[in-house]
Each structure stands twice: as structure tokens, then as C-alpha cells.
């Protein structure tokens, strides 16, 4: 008999269309001993951070709006805060995904009063996001 059951979780809302690439800067480099490859996000030996088609984020989290500016910016965060709750980054690397949060908001036209109380929001209440895997649910 066919489990007629569906495994899904909660909590995303947006999906890539497209393949993206982000160069994480030099300073990355010390959390990668080895290159890094899981269904949806790979990281180079050179910090080059892929995203396929169809990954699927939350964007924006907390008190903020969903913003141009700001989208880019989560997608890298959230996949940094993904690989780090999977183990394959070490969780110190946290920091480095809430710097680079606030360096590309900066980059993609944000001001920088909401980037730094973006960063800052990140900075305190993130540990949770970075620690805690979403609950499978399953249906019927």
C-alpha cells in the first residue's frame, strides 16, 4: 500500500527561479576545511557560495519588512544559518553570516540605520534560528 501521507514544513515563502552564485569574502575561509555540498547549497574551497534553483527561504525575519534591498541578504543568511543548524559549518561561523547580512543590505541600497538595526537584531536574537531545525509535519 502507497503512504498516502505528505512530510513538509512550515515557515518558507520565497523560491529561487534561478541559480544563484555569492562570493563570501576571504575571511569565511577559515570555517571551510573542505568543500561543501548539500541538496540546495554548495560552498567552493574559494568561498564561493551556490544556491540552486528552487531553494526556498523565509526572507526577511522579526520586526522588518520584505524589501528589494533586503532579499538577497536573507536568501545568503538564511542558507549560512541553514548550513550551520546541519552541521556542516561550524556555529562560531554565525557571526560572519550576520556581518555579511549587514555588508550586503548596505551593498543593495539599504540604509544604513536599518541595516544596522538589522544586523543588530541578527546579532541578538538569531542563536535560535542557527540551533534549531524546523518541525516535520505530516498530513493527513
Not at 23 to 45: C, G, N, R, V, W
Not at 69 to 74: C, E, G, Q, T, V
Request: net charge negative; hydrophobic share 35%; charged share 25%.
Amino acid at each position: 500500500m502507497t503512504d498516502r501521507r505528505i512530510y513538509y514544513t512550515k515557515g518558507y515563502k520565497y523560491q529561487l527561479y534561478a541559480r544563484v552564485e555569492h562570493q563570501l569574502p576571504d575571511h569565511f575561509l577559515t570555517y571551510i576545511e573542505a568543500a561543501i555540498q548539500t541538496k540546495f547549497i554548495s560552498i567552493s574551497l574559494t568561498g564561493l557560495m551556490e544556491f540552486c534553483y528552487s531553494y526556498s527561504w523565509d526572507g526577511p525575519s522579526g520586526p522588518t519588512y520584505d524589501s528589494k534591498d533586503f532579499m538577497r541578504a536573507s536568501l545568503i543568511h538564511d542558507g549560512g544559518y541553514q548550513l550551520i543548524r546541519e552541521g556542516v559549518i561550524a556555529p562560531e561561523a554565525r557571526r560572519l553570516f550576520d556581518d555579511e547580512l549587514r555588508r550586503i543590505c548596505l551593498e543593495d541600497g539599504m540604509g544604513a540605520i536599518r541595516a544596522g538595526y538589522s544586523h543588530w537584531a541578527v546579532s541578538k536574537f538569531g542563536n535560535s534560528a542557527s540551533i534549531e531545525n524546523k518541525d516535520i509535519l505530516v498530513a493527513p
